[in-house]
């Protein structure tokens, strides 16, 4: 059974720095979408960022040129570097995988959820 677990939340100052992790086990990252999500109080859940095979990478306009997403194929790991964070990121941030071969922003594409992991952004 896929298993994703994310590590490495926390809270920061706005304008502060946080790198969240991803293991996966039992899945195979190629061809397939790993992303992140997050979810705020009160909101839906938000497509963040999303990667496949460490090549193709896409994020969601309100992070572009502020977050990265990344992957080690070898520990099978999906990252997600956050820099110049603002209040409105805080939230539970989730990894996600798929082997559907769905649109990669599509929450409804991911059949693979973690746990989540708490950002928490203060002003």
């Known amino acids: 059974q896929v298993q994703l677990v994310e590590s490495g939340g926390g809270s920061v100052q706005a304008g502060g720095s946080m790198n969240l992790s991803c293991a996966a086990s039992?899945?195979?990252?190629?061809?397939?979408?790993m992303a992140w999500f997050r979810q705020a109080p009160g909101k839906e859940r938000e497509w963040v960022a999303s990667?496949?095979?460490?090549?193709?990478?896409y994020y969601a306009d309100s992070v572009k040129g502020r977050f990265t997403i990344s992957q080690d194929t070898a520990k099978n790991t999906v990252y997600l570097q956050m820099t110049s964070l603002k209040p409105q990121a805080t939230a539970m941030y989730f990894c996600?995988?798929?082997?559907?071969?769905?649109?990669?922003?599509?929450?409804?594409?991911?059949?693979?959820w973690g746990q989540g992991t708490q950002v928490t952004v203060a002003s």
């Open positions: 990667i496949m095979t460490n090549v193709f990478t």
């Open positions: 039992k899945f195979n990252y190629r061809n397939s979408w």
């Open positions: 996600a995988a798929e082997d559907k071969c769905g649109t990669y922003e599509n929450a409804g594409t991911y059949n693979f």
